[in-house]
């Protein structure tokens, strides 16, 4: 409050003494309030002590304006539950339900599960030590390892491939390969998990027989726990969407996940569609989850403008403050609705189990004046279709899952290993073609291998140097430009053959053809002695680099991607004719020009009953853009070349 | 965003056959960004170009529903003189426009889940996530990934822990030397790892020139080298191999570990006069262990000591203040300070009489002689310049005394950096305080890496103090934790390992170790667990989270709306998660075995890894909010006393009490005006507060117009006008 000094009245005071004593004219200074000023920093403040003056603001706050309305105090309300009791895999109808209950993997899991012991001889000769540490007696130790030895042999390429180098020394002959033994195993277990005979390859002593039976059973049950499998072909990745698709069923409602990339299943992962099956196929398994009476809570957040005047402010967050320039309208609407809107909103938790599709049934507030008031749902404002938290649906359900929400039993807290494969996939306009480039693909051992590492030995580059001579030659013609060995093209194919039809362009992957002379054969330049190796070097890798038969004088490869993102067994030799024939088409559009990037990945998680889970799943993120790969054909250069 | 819309708005036209259009859109409204760069060589990302700009495309859609849009179109496709067939035509441009809905919808889509996401991390108070979902849109900076959408899961979570304890007190089968007596803790622990060292054979052929068929003629008889004569403890034996740097006699770049071996095989070649090669093999004897075999061995104990850090006694128990009251230990609580500092002082003590034997060298044969002694310290490619010039034969003896200037200025530098005192705070008389004990541990922890190079791996030994009853308590109860299995932790190993790369590098040390020296005890490993209970079970296993068969489920103490679903769950009950959850789960590997510690047993070892457990809860905990217009009515911010209107009042008047209350109303509200926003003089009726003021001083007077200007005359340099303070 400023202090105010305004004109004095006078007026003649003690009038009866004004004769007998000496004349005095006492003036009276008016002191006022001035209750606001040019800034509001002292109104705020208000360092006042005027009971009064706290009234009237409290007045011009409207707290004294009598409503017809009390304060919500006591809820009741019900929650109708349907469990969420079905899952299949993939998009495909044919595929067949399977149940979801407890104790069984998580979503996730199932969803994203592939081979894992085809692809890592390092963890089956870490299970196959740990069947040896398990085993007491020396002798049979010795035969189990004799009997089922881990073969793993060196890389070609130990610079790219230093794990395979390594594990190839240590593990070689030295452990015991427990995906062999496993499948010689597993043929003799009766229905309680109990062997009933040992494998005809095994020569056990008799006394050891019962005891060792014993430990490979422990052992079996710990393998199985180890690392959760998929099958090698999983009917949920779909290969030309690079994406998962599943979907789960409650009752006659059917929850389709059809592009699940990111690792975390949540709700608006689904669309909602109706079986169209008999309504008695799927009974409904229902529960109701009801509350008789608790107390709502005002909705807080930081920076919440008090309700009251006499009340401190959370000082970390200051909307009022928040800079935002004339054209911020996102900035200027958050903060309008955090300032204006916060209030009036109210919140009571109710606890729920996972994995079930939610409906509020009954809700009523009692108010402090005890008048008791149901409240249904809010119905949306107008005909825009912005929904939060609620699935969206087909039309064919008829608004049955209208106001539901979906609580999945998605795991959280997932933990995930190295990448054991990358692969970009990428646009370049300029030489109009996708491409897959390979980062890293899993070695011998199972670990990364670095692919842009291995394509430098698979790339020959040779200086020639022409003589300068007035008719010697000065330029070269080169048919193509080279390209790094882990590149594969994707090149655009028409989807249906009728011409008359739209054009629909997919993309499929091919293989990178590349020509070399024989080293026998004379060439312009000197004779590098590397080049013969690098040759023999090239036929060593039959699993991705395919020889074709053409030319006595020409050695012609073709090139193509070494993972299981992008093969269907990259253990071994292309097939590309046939009803084997590894064939992959991506749908055009999921190779956009923002690019994509493509990860297989181990991931370990802890379901809610205390079990733990070992997997490789993989995961589709946006790419870095648009590639270069300088390709081009028929160019005559002048200085550098390679064969 | 612009270009993302742009990809979106190029692909729909090409949807809908009207590519044609996109080149002039692009001329239109093109998309250029900063800093491209074009290249010869193959590039895995280029930055976006060619693209129409969708922010600007978009905007100028909205303010004339594509009016100008088409008209700008239409005009650039006559400028730049396109074929005619290029400017749509209606039903075409009635394509467009449904491509542009599309677009616009989705723009749409987009502001509003970044507008939700906005909301959404205000409430969570993650103001810098909000203004970066904000910023989006406002901003064109990077989309952001948002989280509004995801359902947080609630849990439980426990800090996981591996960690290994060297067996100090063991005895082992490896030569000794400096490293080893510097640091035998670990020493040990690497010779348990690597075996015992005459299991190494190390062969090689030695070449003799070419025959008259140019063929190699090769020694008959390979020569071997014992890594047990090769007088390297364990831990050197494993530095070296793994330690990259130029070796004179290997040449090239190498392992310091095969330039002690070609000088081992160098020793025992017969006629060296003819030799012409020396090919060292992989492989050892036949079921034997080889250089190749060392190597990858040394190489995973390697990586392994390249990742860890040394183990204290705050990574073996959970700190409690209570236990460590009166203790000021800083950083190394528990640690034996005096036994590290006699570490570093024997290490000073050698260094220091080899450097008086370099010093007091004669000539330059003795120096290098006597320099190839301090090698542990100064390795010889770091030897100064002058030293270098006399290892070549036909050097000139007169570069001596240069050499020996040069080296005694190295040592002494060395020697000085070692003796450097420890910087400590000055108490309130200005008087330096004692070091503190952690200050006392990282000076000796410093000499000893300013010796033996800072790569060495240092670990104080500590002791559990008070903490030891609780870690033998768990030390006990192995049977309970590890369910009377007791290849638990071996088996829990390779699952973890595949997501934690601290565990996977132990793992992998393991395996080689196991493949190729030993399979390891059961007493091996161990697991402890906080706070300790009775009968515990260690949190990796299922079996920790769930009741016994046969124990009902305690309605009591779950929610009223849980209840009946509890009731009717079959199986096993879950135990409350948060009720069970431990604070800390340790996995040890202690070879050796590890029954039982007493206060002041002396540890040392390695941390490999840690990270946070998560056990989600079986239910969650949803929300249902509601909009309830609840009456902003509040209670008074003051009480009014009411004095009765006259003094001998017998009792109230119920009037009275209203008028008093009407009376105060009426000030209140007074309180909210101001004299000068009522006109005509009426202001002066309001309230206020009168000051007399007589010249006379015959009443109490306050001159406030003398006072205010005096006041004024002051403080004339800060003058703040009335109104604006």
């Known amino acids: 409050m400023a202090i105010e000094l305004s004109k004095s009245v006078a007026y003649l005071a003690n009038a009866q003494s004004f004769t007998a004593i000496k004349p005095s004219i006492t003036g009276f200074t008016r002191l006022e309030t001035q209750p606001t000023s040019v800034s509001l920093k002292t109104g705020l403040q208000a360092p006042l002590a005027d009971p009064l003056w706290m009234l009237a603001r409290q007045w011009q706050f409207n707290e004294f304006q009598g409503e017809d309305a009390g304060s919500p105090i006591k809820l009741a309300f019900a929650v109708n539950g349907t469990a969420v009791d079905r899952f299949r895999s993939g998009h495909a109808k044919d595929q067949a339900w399977q149940s979801l209950s407890a104790g069984e993997a998580p979503l996730e899991t199932r969803v994203e599960a592939e081979p ?107 393998l199985s726990d180890l690392v959760f499998e998929g099958a090698p072909d999983n009917p949920a990745w779909q290969g030309e969407r690079l994406e998962y698709a599943f979907a789960l069923g409650s009752a006659d409602v059917v929850l389709k996940a059809d592009e699940y990339t990111d690792g975390h299943v949540d709700w608006d992962d689904f669309h909602a569609e109706a079986t169209g099956e008999d309504a008695n196929a799927n009974p409904p398994v229902t529960q109701q989850f009801a509350v008789a009476q608790r107390h709502p809570s005002p909705v807080r957040y930081p920076g919440m403008p008090a309700e009251r005047y006499w009340e401190f402010e959370d000082g970390r967050v200051n909307f009022a403050g928040a800079e935002a320039g004339v054209t911020d309208l996102l900035r200027i609407s958050v903060t309008e609705f955090a300032l204006s809107f916060g209030n009036d909103w109210f919140v009571t938790p109710v606890r729920l189990p996972v994995g079930w599709l939610y409906k509020v049934s009954s809700f009523a507030i009692t108010d402090s004046f005890g008048i008791t008031s149901p409240i249904d749902a809010i119905k949306p404002a107008g005909d825009t279709p912005w929904t939060m938290y609620q699935m969206s649906a087909d039309a064919s359900l008829n608004g049955q899952l209208q106001h539901t929400m979906f609580l999945p039993d998605s795991l959280d807290g997932v933990q995930e290993g190295a990448v054991l494969e990358h692969t970009l996939l990428a646009r370049d306009e300029m030489a109009n073609l996708a491409w897959a480039i390979e980062k890293k693909v899993q070695g011998v051992s199972g670990e990364p291998l670095d692919r842009d590492m291995e394509a430098k030995a698979l790339a020959f580059q040779q200086q020639i140097h022409f003589d300068q001579l007035p008719d010697s030659p000065q330029l070269a013609y080169r048919l193509a430009t080279p390209v790094p060995a882990n590149w594969t093209p994707l090149l655009p194919v028409r989807k249906k053959l009728n011409l008359t039809e739209p054009l629909e362009i997919q993309l499929e992957r091919a293989g990178m053809k590349r020509f070399y002379p024989e080293a026998n054969v004379a ?121 | ?120 991390q205000i409430m969570q108070g993650n103001f810098d996530r909000a203004g970066a979902a904000m910023a989006v849109i406002d901003k064109q900076s990077l989309p952001i990934e948002p989280q509004v959408a995801k359902t947080p899961r609630g849990g439980a979570s426990y800090t996981q822990r591996m960690a290994l304890l060297c067996p100090i007190a063991a005895a082992n089968t490896w030569p000794e030397d400096r490293r080893s007596r510097a640091e035998s803790g670990l020493n040990n622990w690497l010779a348990h790892m690597m075996g015992e060292p005459a299991r190494y054979q190390f062969k090689a052929r030695v070449y003799r020139g070419e025959d008259a068929n140019q063929k190699p003629i090769i020694d008959p008889q390979p020569m071997t080298v014992n890594l047990q004569d090769m007088g390297l403890s364990a831990l050197s034996a494993v530095l070296m191999a793994t330690t990259v740097h130029t070796h004179e006699l290997s040449g090239g770049a190498d392992t310091g570990f095969r330039g002690r071996l070609v000088e081992a095989f160098t020793q025992q070649i017969l006629n060296p006069g003819d030799v012409t090669g020396l090919d060292i093999q992989q492989e050892g004897e036949i079921n034997g262990l080889g250089l190749g075999h060392f190597e990858a061995l040394a190489t995973t104990l390697r990586a392994l000591l390249d990742k860890v850090r040394p183990i204290t006694r705050k990574d073996l128990v959970v700190p409690d203040d209570t236990l460590e009251a009166g203790q000021n230990e800083g950083e190394y609580p528990g640690v034996d300070q005096l036994e590290l500092r006699s570490r570093a002082d024997a290490l000073i003590a050698d260094f220091t009489a080899i450097k008086n034997a370099v010093l007091a060298s004669a000539d330059s044969d003795d120096l290098l002689n006597n320099l190839a002694a301090l090698a542990d310290f100064i390795v010889p490619a770091t030897w100064p310049q002058q030293v270098q010039v006399l290892t070549n034969p036909a050097h000139n003896p007169e570069d001596f005394p240069a050499a020996l200037a040069a080296v005694t200025a190295t040592l002494e530098l060395k020697s000085q950096q070692l003796e450097e005192a420890i910087a400590t705070e000055l108490d309130k008389d200005g008087v330096p305080k004692p070091p503190t004990h952690g200050q006392l541990v990282q000076k000796s922890i410093d000499q000893i890496k300013q010796l033996l190079g800072k790569d060495f791996p240092v670990l104080p030994c500590f002791s559990l103090g008070a903490y030891a009853a609780d870690f033998n308590a768990s030390l006990a109860a192995q049977a309970d934790l590890t369910l009377n299995n007791p290849w638990q932790v071996s088996g829990w190993l390779p699952k973890l390992a595949r997501v934690h790369d601290g565990l996977d590098r132990f793992a992998g040390a393991l395996s080689a170790h196991e493949a190729l020296i030993d399979l390891s005890k059961q007493q091996d490993f161990k697991v402890v667990q906080y706070p300790h209970q009775d009968k515990p079970i260690w949190a990796a296993l299922p079996e920790a989270w769930r009741e016994d068969e046969a124990t009902p489920p305690d309605l009591s103490k779950v929610p009223e709306e849980l209840r009946e679903y509890l009731a009717q769950q079959p199986g096993a009950a879950y135990k409350d998660i948060n009720r069970v959850v431990p604070k800390l789960a340790l996995a040890l590997h202690t070879p050796g075995g590890l029954d039982t510690v007493a206060d002041d047993t002396l540890l040392t070892g390695l941390v490999c890894d840690e990270w946070a457990e998560f056990i989600p809860d079986r239910f969650q905990t949803a929300g249902i909010s509601f909009h309830y217009d609840a009456p902003g009515a509040r209670p008074p911010q003051s009480i ?45 009726l309001l309230p206020g507060n009168y000051l007399p003021s007589n010249y006379t001083d015959k009443l109490p007077s306050v001159t406030l117009q003398k006072m205010a200007f005096a006041a004024l005359a002051k403080y004339k340099t800060s003058i703040v006008p009335l109104g604006k303070g």
């Open chain 1, 116 to 222: 894992v012991w085809d692809t890592h001889p390092r963890l089956r000769g870490e299970a196959g030590l740990q069947l040896l540490r398990m085993l007491p007696n020396a002798g049979v130790r010795a035969n189990l390892l004799a009997s089922y030895p881990l073969t793993l042999k060196a890389p070609s390429d130990s610079a790219a491939d230093q794990a395979g180098s390594l594990w190839s020394t240590l593990f070689d002959k030295r452990t015991i390969d427990a995906q062999t033994l496993a499948a010689a195993l597993i043929p003799l277990l009766d229905g309680n998990g109990k062997l009933t005979g040992l494998p005809a390859a095994l020569a056990i002593d008799a006394a050891e027989i019962a005891a060792t039976q014993a430990t490979l059973e422990n052992w079996l049950v710990w």
């Open chain 1, 523 to 643: 060439m312009l330049g000197s004779v590098d002695p590397a080049y013969k190796l690098f040759l023999n070097g090239l036929d060593s890798q039959p699993n991705f680099i395919s020889r074709l038969d053409i030319d006595p004088n020409l050695r012609a490869y073709v090139f193509y991607p070494r993972g299981w993102l992008l093969r269907k067994d990259p253990n071994h030799e292309m097939v590309i004719t046939g009803p084997e024939a590894d064939r992959l088409v991506i749908e055009e559009e999921e190779v956009p020009r923002i690019g994509a990037s493509v990860k297989r990945k181990f991931q370990y998680a802890r379901s809610s009953d205390g079990k733990s889970w070992l997997w490789i799943g993989r995961s589709k993120v946006a790419g870095r853009g648009e590639a270069s790969s300088n390709l081009r054909f028929d160019v005559a250069i002048k200085t550098t070349t390679a064969r």
């Open chain 2, 1 to 120: 965003m612009a270009a993302l819309y742009g990809y979106r708005v190029e692909r729909g036209l090409r949807d809908a056959l009207l590519g044609k259009l996109i080149w002039p859109l692009r001329l239109a409204y093109p998309w250029r960004p900063a800093g491209a760069q074009a290249s010869d060589e193959p590039q895995e990302s280029v930055g976006a170009r060619d693209v129409v700009d969708g922010v600007a495309l978009l905007a100028a859609w909205e303010t004339d529903a594509g009016a100008s849009v088409r008209s700008r179109l239409n005009q650039l496709i006559i400028d730049r003189s396109m074929p005619a067939a290029t400017t749509p035509t209606n039903p075409e441009w009635g394509l467009v426009t449904q491509v542009m809905q599309t677009a616009l919808d989705l723009a749409d889509s987009v502001s509003d889940l970044l507008m939700a996401e906005g909301v959404h």
């Open chain 2, 640 to 684: 009014l006393l009411a004095l009765p209107p006259t003094l001998q009042q017998q009792n109230w008047q119920f009037e009275q009490v209203l008028d008093v209350l009407h009376e105060a109303w009426d000030l209140t509200k007074l309180r909210a005006v101001r004299p000068k926003d009522l006109e005509g003089g009426i202001g002066a």
